[in-house]
Structure formats: C-alpha cells, structure tokens
C-alpha cells in the first residue's frame, strides 16, 4: 500500500501512525511543507488496518447540538485566552475538581507545536490561546491517552475537529465514557513549517517562550513573540504576512478548502469557538451529548466567573465560515503554491501578498482617500 488516503484530503492528524501494528508510518513534510505519513515499504505487513480506521476513510459519528450558550469566563485569566476563556475554565474542572488530565496543543521547548499532556493547573497554562498552525498529533501521545481512557481516568481533549476524529477512530471500540472531547470552530491550519520560517525570519536568534495571535491583552489578531513577560515582537494581522495569509487562505493545508466538519453538525461532546457578530469577544459553547451537557452544567457551579447566556445555535450559523462551509483559498495561493518549493516561506508568502500588504499600510490608504476626494473635485 502506498497511499493511505487521497493527499488533498488527508488532515495530517497523525491517527494512522499510532494505529498501525508494526509502526511503519511516520508524518512527513511534503514538497509543500505539511505533514502526511509516509510508509516505510519494507515493514508494512499490508494489513490495512490504517486505511480502514483513519477517519478520512472511516467517518466518525457527528450530532446535532442540543444547546448553545454566549460565555465567558470574568476573572483576570482569560487575559491570554483567544476569546471567551471556557477552554481554560473546562481544564481547571478536569484538573481541580476530576482529578483527571488534559490533553491539547502548546510550544514544546524548540516552540515547535505539539499535542502535550497537563496533569496541573501550571501546566494547562500553555494550552491557553488560539494556535493558528498545524499541530503534531505523535503516535505516543495517542497511545498515552489509550492508556489513561481504559484506566477510567477522567480526560479532557481539546483540538481541531480533525484532531478529535483522529483520536475517536483511534480509540475504535475502546471504552472511552471517561474522555469528554472538544471540537474547535477551525478555520484551518498552517503548516508549522511555515510559522517555524517565518520567526527565524522576523525575530531571529531569539529564545522564545510564547508565539500567541489571539488575547484580551490588547495582542488580539496579533502575532506577538515572546520572552518571558517581555513582548519582543508584535505586529498586526493586516501587515504580517503569516497571520495575514493564515486568515485569508493563502497557506492552510490543502485539506481545509474541502474540510468536511465545517458542518452545524459536530464530532465533539462540546464545541468551542468565537461567538462571531456579538461584541465583547465571546465564546460560543455548543453542547452535543449528555455528557457535554453534564459537564458544562457542572462548570457553570464550580465557577461564579464563567457567565453564560443560552442562545440558539442558529445565532452562531448566521456566520457561515467553519459551520457551514471551509475557508476559501486565495486569489494567489497558486502563485505562493509555486513559488514555495523554490524559494521557501517567508519569500514567496511575501511575493503572494504584496499588494494587500502596500493595500494595508496607513500612508497608501491615506493617500488613496484622498486620491479619490480629489479626483470628486472634478466631476
């Protein structure tokens, strides 16, 4: 067997490596810098069971949410949370009150992003915020989490929803009544190839501690880098070419233009992600199963800071974008698609978006305002 499912539609969630019996798959960077399992021939016993059990080709059981809510968490740790704070909040009840462990994406030391384990409440710090790049998902760590699940122990999952589907068709007949999953409202991912370019490229020889693009610290829609607590480099999403191409579908995985959870319907037992159109950079928590809804409520009494306010899940579908259908690719992303091989990153992201970068620039919107008064002048 050579290829496990269709290139353009794998997710690169990794469920393939773990569940292969001789371990002969291992994720690798493609011409374009994502990550897609490459078997090593001379090993695989041609069983078939990672194409049977990825989710690509084994779809997993999607529900309709039964509630949803507008919340957010009121205490000063939502400060660094991409909006309404609740997947913070989720993790403080697994680790405070179920005594279990959560599973989700943070920087390991090389700030490359990984799926990581937190058994503590300091360690569920760094799983705060939006991480707009792909993840690795190791055959390790879903191993790991096999073990804790058929030991009963309370587990939290958050991630894409490619993710969670990867980890559930994993788990395949597994008594997993202890793991609660979370789904993110995903508008795809970048390469960590690209994001890795990008920082040698904007701030390099620098040890970093955090790269965040989302916060309620004044960083929002930011890709800000850090050491520590000090802020060494910070620019807005309009003129940075990473955060930029990432929103506007110049550089997602090719997978995300035809991702099929960008759907009402959702894999996880709880689906988290802005509240788009409501102001105050809220969540929208979207309850899919009895145990979702079991969960939530008894977050709701462990903490007086989480506010929550039901409203009906057709509020949130009113933006169509990760619930009714995938991002859309850029006009350029042909062109950064072939100039990517040849001169890397940071080059050919900046070729792609030269003219929506001069567009944003404040002297050429000044310019072009008062272009078109003058221009008025002699009609």
Known sequence: MTE?????????????????????ISMKEDAFGALHPVIDQSRCISCGLC????????PQQLNSPTSCYLAANE?????????GGIGHLLARYYIEVLHGLVFS???DDNMVPVVAEAATLDEIEAF??????HSRFDAAMYQRIRQVVTDNIPVLFIGTPCQVAGLRSYLGSVDSSSLLTVDLLCHGTCPASYLREEINHVAPRVRLSDIRFRGNDGHNFVLSLWMGDDCVYSVRA??????YGYLYGLTLRENCFSCPYAIPERVGDITLGDFIGVPGNRSCVAVSTPKGAEIYEAMLQRFPSLRSEPRPWSDRLSYRPSVL???????????????????????????????????????????????????????
Not at 128 to 133: L, R
């Open 238 to 243: 309009a003129s940075q070419p990473y955060l």
């Open 325 to 379: 259908e995938p991002s859309r690719p850029h006009p350029r992303r042909a062109a950064f698609l072939r100039d990517y091989p040849r001169v890397g990153f940071v080059r050919a992201a900046r070729r792609a978006l030269r003219r929506d970068m001069l567009v944003n620039k404040p002297l050429y919107k000044v310019l072009h305002h008062w272009g078109h008064r003058i221009i008025s002048l002699f009609k």
């Open 75 to 83: 205490d000063a740790a939502r400060l660094k949370s991409a909006s």
């Open 4 to 24: 496990i499912c269709p290139h353009n539609v794998c997710t690169g969630c990794g469920a393939c490596t773990a569940i292969c019996p001789v371990s002969c």
């Open 105 to 107: 994406t943070s920087y």
């Open 128 to 133: 705060k915020g939006s991480k707009y790049v």
């Open 51 to 58: 194409k049977r059990q990825t989710p690509c080709n084994n």
